[in-house]
């Protein structure tokens, strides 16, 4: 219907609240353009977008999927993330390959946690958007009030695009504003019906383009001085001064319809190819800003082709019968397959293998791509999720992707000993394909640590991991890495004496302990005079000293904020040695500490919790409940964000907590703050604990 022909590629991300229909809207959108012959289901699993086992078990998008399709001359690159708040990495990665986003609103439900903080960073990222309120055709739905969460909770004023006619059962079609046409169409035909607008729709068809038109008129002066001169705008004007709106973020254009049943999603099609922002637009108004990764010195890429070639890397996948695949979106330049580049992050050469457009799991080859583009590169041997590929002799290195850090830890045990090298591989690989997943061996406790964003997370991992490399392991909760220390001075004398055949073994130190500040870890001073003991035999007492800070005297765990002062001793010309005064120091070491009145300490965390208003109540309940002190509240547009310091061994299981208190409208992240005292009942019991593990270790 337009005339304005603009550059051939659409780079969009679809975002939403777990549930709203992400994956139907990107389903019908592909029989809307024409890449798939019938309308897929989510409940019957039929989908192009959710094709992994544990998708169609779950019947949820567990992994972002690349969408790759053309429509009337454009190629629309669509990326459709997980929606649910354990998988959030997901789409926040996603937003930082493309040049736009679909924002799917439910027709009955607000915005929930993940998708406001999704609608941080997009705000953040300033980039273009798109609302599209899906389910109007269910019982209860309503359009008005999805334009109210815009207005209310997005903090954007909203603009209809497209008007529903019939809520409900009786959904049919939208009124598109802009074409002023109402549009039909359904779940059984690709095929729209245009069709005039009635005399009983005309009124509601006025309205919402007179808001329209005043919208785009108000945010250009030569748009307002025609607008005033004529009391309206032509097509072509409306769309040009639509476009740069969308592009500058003056408002939300809304779409309406119903993704299961292919309404609407005609209107959303054509206000992806003719009002959002093209690759190279998007690059002049916010380039693509990196450093030198050798100078350190900022650079940036306008993401023309005729800049020199640069890649971010947003996505891994490991495909059982393609290997290793990495979705690019190519930021600058042009490159063919089989090239050489650069890994700017690992400052390592790449040698780059195929080329694929990706449908869902249908892989394309092809030749070549260029500035614009995204692309899933197969079998990069160092290449990893946000890294940067570039030209040799251009290196540009762009950030990391910011993504959130783990928030559920459990120790993890395999079965059987044999599977131990198979599971470390397996979460390693599983890593790849998920940052927001980390996997460590934690020295002090001795145990294999999986950490995510929450249960499902984990749950999710360990489906893939008996799926992809056939090994089973058992969860439980992690030991807390609790310290030792002391609370008053003491002195004790550590002697080692022992005579054998020849030289015998001879050493002998004097050492004072004392309780440092909270966090100063270890302090040693020599204070021996007169030659008690000889200079070059001060380290081995010191050696000594550290060793056995290792094992505290109530259940062994390492003791810290101790400072230790060798001050007196004796030695024997023959017979002392390194070896007899390390055992000495050692020895002078553990009798100071038992009657220097030892305590247990354990890690404090900063908690910040973001909580909807109505919430705020219980959860200040349940942390003070949990040994919980609240540092601060705040208020953050309708929500609430509290800040406390609580105990690691009260939050092993918080997040199953929170989200019981807050609907899943909840979410939180913690940091290590401090060691606290634990306090005397309660280390007590965990002094018993260990006492008896260590007894059942040794049986066993």
């Known amino acids: ?348 050469r790449e040698k780059l293998g195929h080329f694929y457009r990706v449908l869902g799991k249908r892989h394309v080859a092809i030749d070549s791509v260029k500035a614009g583009e995204i692309v899933a590169i197969g079998k990069l041997k160092d290449t990893h999720t946000g890294d940067t590929l570039c030209q040799e002799n251009a290196p540009i290195c762009y950030p990391l992707l910011s993504l959130p850090k783990p928030i559920l830890s459990f120790a993890i045990e395999t079965k059987s000993k044999t599977d131990i090298d198979k599971v470390s591989l397996g979460l390693h690989k599983l890593i790849e394909e998920d940052p927001t997943l980390e996997f460590a061996r934690n020295v002090e406790t001795k145990e294999m640590v999986l950490s995510g964003m929450g249960q499902f997370h984990i749950d999710l991992a360990l489906e893939k991991l008996h799926r992809k490399f056939g090994a089973d392991v058992m969860l439980h909760t992690p030991k807390v890495p609790y310290r030792e220390t002391l609370k008053m001075k003491s002195q004790a004398q550590g002697k080692y004496k022992k005579q054998t055949g020849g030289h015998g073994q001879y050493g002998d130190c004097w050492l004072e302990v004392a309780p440092l500040p909270r966090g100063n870890g270890y302090l040693f001073e020599n204070r021996v005079v007169g030659g008690a003991i000889p200079r070059n035999f001060i380290p081995a007492v010191e050696k000594g000293v550290i060793e056995a800070m290792q094992e505290g005297p109530l259940s062994g765990f390492p003791v810290v904020d101790v400072q230790v002062a060798v001050y007196d001793g004796s030695y024997h010309v023959v017979d002392s040695s390194e070896m007899s005064f390390k055992i000495a120091g050692s020895m002078a070491f553990k009798k100071a500490l038992e009657t220097a009145h030892p305590v247990l300490l354990e890690p404090v965390m900063t908690v910040e919790i973001d909580t909807p208003t109505d919430a705020v109540g219980a959860i200040m309940g349940d942390l003070s409940a949990r040994r919980g002190r609240i540092v601060t509240v705040n208020a953050q547009d309708h929500a609430e964000q509290i800040t406390a310091l609580v105990p690691l061994a009260e939050l092993l299981r918080y997040a199953t907590a929170l989200n019981a208190m807050t609907g899943g409208r909840g979410s939180y992240v913690m940091d290590f703050a401090q060691y606290d005292e634990v306090p005397r009942e309660l280390a007590v019991k965990v002094i018993e604990r260990h006492k008896t593990e260590g007894q059942v270790a040794t049986a066993h």
């Open 1 to 348: 219907m337009e005339t304005t022909r603009l550059e051939p590629i659409r780079n969009v991300a679809i975002v939403s609240n777990a549930g709203a229909g992400k994956t139907s809207l990107s389903e019908a959108l592909l029989y809307t353009g024409g890449a798939i012959p019938t309308l897929g289901s989510v409940t019957q699993g039929t989908t192009v977008s959710d094709f992994e086992p544990e998708e169609l078990r779950h019947r949820n998008s567990t992994s972002t999927s690349l969408l790759q399709f053309s429509w009337n001359h454009t190629n629309i690159n669509l990326i459709d993330p997980p929606g649910a708040l354990d998988l959030l990495g997901e789409p926040l990665a996603a937003l930082q390959a493309v040049d736009a986003v679909i924002l799917l609103l439910s027709g009955n439900m607000g915005v929930r946690t993940e998708l406001a903080r999704l609608w941080a960073r997009i705000k953040e990222l300033d980039l273009p958007c798109l609302v599209f309120v899906n389910g109007l055709d269910k019982e209860g739905a309503s359009f008005e009030n999805a334009l109210e969460t815009c207005r209310q909770q997005l903090g954007r004023a909203p603009i209809p695009m497209a008007v529903p006619v019939n809520l409900g059962m009786n959904l049919d079609g939208v009124i598109d504003v802009r074409h002023e046409k109402l549009i039909r169409s359904g779940p059984s035909s690709a095929q729209i019906e245009q069709v005039q607008i009635s005399n009983d729709l005309e009124r509601i068809l006025n309205g919402v383009r007179k808001q329209l038109v005043e919208a785009v008129a108000e945010s250009g002066e030569t748009l307002l001085e025609t607008y005033l001169t004529q009391g309206d705008l032509n097509q072509e004007d409306l769309l040009q001064g639509l476009r740069r709106d969308i592009q500058t973020n003056q408002f939300l254009p809304v779409y309406a319809g119903s993704a299961t049943q292919n309404i609407g999603v005609w209107s959303l099609l054509d206000a992806i190819v003719t009002l959002l922002s093209t690759p190279s637009e998007r690059g002049v108004a916010h380039p693509w800003r990196g450093i030198h990764p050798e100078t350190q010195d900022g650079c940036e890429r306008k993401g023309s082709q005729q800049e020199p070639f640069s890649a971010a890397v947003f996505k891994t996948i490991i495909d059982p019968f393609i290997g290793r695949l990495s979705y690019c979106r190519v930021l600058s330049g042009t490159i063919h397959a089989d090239a050489t580049v650069l890994n700017a992050s690992k400052h390592v």
